[in-house]
């Protein structure tokens, strides 16, 4: 059954260094998604992207976060500058059509120190 | 901003009994609505979902009920099985006319079916 992955699985940094997160959704998808979740939060939309541009992102995805689709397989998570707040589970997400259901990977736990 | 509200943490059943998981919503712009399970340090997981133009969907043994009126979800597993224990989350998005499509989540329940 095809899967969505994420790399690394956790990742540990410094405040203020940059982290890029890398997802490959399920190979026939088109509408691709972040998520993240704060420890003992709810898992909040970041940003969503479909036909190599996003097409929203919340409050939180500020200037420091972008997303790339490199090369039509990987579907990147980029922060430049990390901040303490930013440690959460993050989670990438793809679906066919935008009206059915989005399947998740595993998620990648940031550490920010 | 609280849209989707699920409003137990917690919930325990036996293994065989129904477990009713519930959820409310105030945005009335939702019309499409899932329930994710997830267990520790995995991803969420698709299970069943319903359009706003269905008041019920089933699947095996997980059936979903839709009441529009009253903006109100649930999520029924019959039987249970110790294997259900996870935590439950309710998300919602609009379709119709959309262009996003975006997940918005509750909080979560956490199941647990005792043996």
């Known amino acids: 059954e095809p899967e969505v992955t994420q790399t690394p699985s956790h990742q540990v940094t410094q405040m203020g260094q940059e982290v890029i997160l890398r997802c490959v959704p399920i190979?026939?998808?088109?509408?691709f998604y972040w998520y993240r979740q704060i420890l003992g939060q709810k898992v909040e939309f970041l940003v969503s992207f479909y036909n190599n541009e996003i097409s929203e992102k919340s409050e939180i995805f500020d200037d420091q976060f972008s997303v790339e689709r490199p090369d039509g397989s990987n579907f990147t998570l980029k922060i430049r500058s990390t901040k303490l707040e930013d440690s959460a589970m993050y989670f990438c997400?793809?679906?066919?059509?935008?009206?059915?259901?989005?399947?998740f990977g595993p998620g990648t736990r940031l550490t920010v120190l | 901003d609280q849209q989707v509200k699920q409003n137990s943490p917690s919930l325990s059943v036996q293994e065989g009994r129904i477990s009713i998981l519930n959820c409310d919503y105030t945005?009335?712009?939702?019309?499409?609505f899932l329930w994710y399970k997830k267990y520790p340090a995995e991803g969420p997981t698709f299970l069943i979902s319903?359009?706003?133009?269905?008041d019920k969907n089933e699947d095996g043994r997980f059936t979903v009920f839709l009441n529009k009126s009253a903006k109100h979800l649930s999520l029924h597993i019959v039987p249970s099985q110790p294997g259900d224990s996870a935590v439950y989350f309710c998300a919602a998005s609009v379709v119709s006319g959309g262009s996003n499509y975006k997940l918005t989540f509750g909080k979560g329940t956490l199941l647990t079916v005792n043996p």
């Open positions: 997400a793809s679906s066919d059509f935008g009206d059915n259901e989005q399947f």
């Open positions: 190979s026939n998808h088109l509408y």
């Open positions: 945005n009335s712009m939702f019309d499409y």
């Open positions: 319903i359009s706003s133009i269905k």
